[in-house]
């Protein structure tokens, strides 16, 4: 089990093969938060309960095909190209990717027509992602329509934000001890003269659990 700095307790269960069978979070200021497990012989999750919520998992050739809502298709590479959500009473919504021969991410369509494509350096690091084409609701919104990330070795260091005619929205900065171990993000938005600062916890393992705001 854990505990946070907020007296949130986190409970886990493991199977003999050392897999999740359970999570159960109790929160100080709210009801408690349950998780369930359960799975195939080949150590995959055939069946999850969030929260009294059941969702199926089918599997074909190692790659999900169904999970819960979700269904998958797959390219020859095992790629995602297709996933389609299918919610009772609602349509069905449908999400495309395409990726090029390094196996990076190139583009993405959205369930309200938009595209967003993205863009790497030659280290296989993203440094863009741009919106191409936006969603008729969107068009007379003032939303962000590209996102440029900047990076300190292979750790990304920052991203900023910018509308359709290029004026700056947000700018977020990450700070690491070492190099390597994230100890907050700080964030800006345009014409600010303040930044706010997002303290993160890390775990043993090194990798981040939880980010507080300026008030906890």
């Known amino acids: 089990w854990s505990k946070t700095r907020s007296e949130q307790e986190t ?6 093969r050392d897999q999740i069978t359970s999570v159960l979070r109790l929160n100080a200021d709210g009801p408690a938060q349950e998780e369930r497990y359960r ?14 919520i059941l969702s ?25 190209i297709k996933r389609t959500e299918q919610k009772r009473g609602f349509r069905p919504q449908e999400w495309r990717y395409r990726w090029d021969d390094f196996d990076r991410l190139r583009e993405v369509k959205t ?3 938009e595209v967003w494509q993205y863009s790497y350096d030659a280290f296989g ?10 969603a008729a609701w969107k068009q007379n ?48 938005a345009a014409n600010d003269d303040t930044s706010d600062f997002y303290p993160i916890l890390i775990g043993p393992d090194g990798a ?6 300026a008030n906890g």
């Open 141 to 188: 919104h003032h939303t962000v329509s590209e996102v440029r990330y900047q990076w300190l070795g292979m750790a990304l260091s920052a991203s900023e934000k910018r509308y359709a005619d290029g004026s700056p929205a947000l700018r977020e900065q990450w700070h690491y001890r070492g190099g390597f171990e994230l100890l907050a993000k700080e964030a800006r």
């Open 39 to 52: 799975y195939t012989v080949n150590e995959q999750i055939a069946e999850s309960r969030i929260n009294g």
């Open 111 to 113: 369930p309200d027509g």
């Open 208 to 213: 981040p659990q939880e980010m507080y705001s």
């Open 11 to 16: 409970r886990y269960s493991y199977d003999n």
């Open 56 to 80: 199926q998992h089918d599997y074909h050739n190692e790659c999900v095909t169904q999970a819960g809502d979700s269904r998958y298709e797959y390219d020859a590479c095992g790629r995602v």
């Open 125 to 134: 690091r993203r440094t863009a992602k741009r919106n191409i084409i936006r």
